[in-house]
């Protein structure tokens, strides 16, 4: 054991940052998640922080996955997660069922998580829907392997989208509460980093829904293995309102289409919504599709590219999973013996 894992003060400010985040492999990527996640992943990893990624299976057998798509998905997310810019060579890439260790701090937290709080938690309610009572019981207790993922490694950062704050907030009451209940300082409260301008991207059908890869109809969303003419398309076909674009951001209130079509534009030029409405304010949609359609094909094409070069290679992929998995678990494992201990598990010595 790691002395420094194990000091309160190791637990919370002085700890050193580390940044964990993960995606589902349920299905193709988004652009929501590129520009939500995979985007500011990179980022982070770049700023020289350490950064460890996960692709979340056990998360995404919460609902049925064919066997042979799950592989795939699998496979095709850490492409995407290469291809978009993560460098393994810097950033822990890994499949979660790879560590054994999530599930079972998962199985602690989700004695330490109580039913009330799971309750509350909107995702699972859009998820399950009218049906709860054929939801799985994984689908339900979905967030406090959410926060074993996170805790496992003592993660200080963790970048992900709107949607996920809440997931976030929980992983703080269960760190808090276990480190109450069992007179410890031992786990971090992470921080959620949910920033820039597209941290919550919406449907280019109805501009009050997520863009998300379960929607129904794949015009509400751009695929990261779409092809520029179909891109280009989506754009074209997405819906708006009738007026010109505003010059200040104040001007898209009320406009939750337009709003969507300039946070994209903006977050694929890396720059601010009103820097963005500085060059396209005035402008009609028939004039700014064009150039987002074009900024967009510019930006995911060559990720589109690369993602299918490295899919040519799965065994590739498989290595590069397989390699993180155990530099995961290296530093997983020393805190999951220390859970155990504090637990009142008995451990050989
Ligand atoms: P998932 O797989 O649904 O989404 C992965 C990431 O993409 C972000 N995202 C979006 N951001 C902006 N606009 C959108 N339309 C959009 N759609 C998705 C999500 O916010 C997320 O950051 N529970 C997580 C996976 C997870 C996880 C973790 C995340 C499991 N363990 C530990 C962080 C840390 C999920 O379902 O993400």
Redesign the pocket.
């Known amino acids: 054991m790691n002395e420094a894992e194990e000091t309160p003060e190791a637990a919370n400010g002085a700890l050193a940052p580390r940044v ?7 299905g193709g990527l ?9 985007k ?1 992943f990179v980022e982070m990893q770049n700023s020289g922080i350490e950064t460890i990624y ?1 692709i ?1 299976d056990l ?2 057998i919460t609902v049925w996955q064919e066997p042979e798509k799950l592989r795939h998905a699998t496979r095709e997310l850490c492409a995407g997660y290469i291809a978009a810019g993560l460098d393994p060579g810097k950033s822990v890439l890994f499949n ?1 069922s790879q560590v054994s260790a999530h599930a079972e701090l998962g199985w602690i937290f989700s004695c330490v998580a109580r039913i009330g709080w799971l309750n509350r938690m909107t ?1 699972f309610k859009d998820k399950a829907g009218k049906n709860r009572e054929k939801a799985s019981v994984g689908l339900f207790s ?2 406090t ?3 074993a ?2 805790l496992l490694y003592h ?1 200080t950062h ?7 704050k809440q ?2 907030e929980l ?1 703080r009451d269960i760190a808090a509460k276990f480190n109450h209940d069992y007179g410890v300082d031992f786990f971090p409260l992470p921080e959620p980093v ?1 920033e820039g301008t ?6 280019l059908r109805d501009g009050s829904k ?4 379960s929607d129904p109809s794949d015009m509400s ?1 751009i695929n990261m293995t779409d092809d520029a003419d179909t891109i280009a398309k989506k754009i074209r076909k997405a819906r708006t309102d009738p007026d010109a674009l505003p010059s200040e951001a104040a001007g898209l209130e009320g406009r939750p289409e337009a709003r969507n079509l300039v946070s994209i534009y903006a977050a694929l030029a890396d720059t601010s919504i009103d820097a963005a409405l500085q060059q396209v304010g005035g402008k009609q949609f028939s004039q700014f599709k064009p150039m987002l359609a074009e900024l967009a094909v510019e930006k995911l094409a060559p990720i589109a590219a690369e993602m299918k070069r490295l899919m040519q290679d799965p065994g590739h992929l498989d290595a590069v999973l397989a390699d993180g998995a155990t530099r995961a678990h290296r530093i997983a494992a020393p805190i999951m013996e220390r859970t155990l201990d504090i637990v009142g598990m008995v451990r050989a010595r």
């Open positions: 964990f985040s993960g995606i589902q492999p349920s988004t652009l929501g998640n590129y520009l939500g996640a995979i500011r996960c979340v998360h995404a979660q995702q979905y967030p392997l959410m926060a993922d996170i993660a963790v970048p992900v989208g709107e949607d996920q997931h976030l992983t949910i597209a941290t919550r991207v919406m449907s997520k863009m998300s890869k969303r």
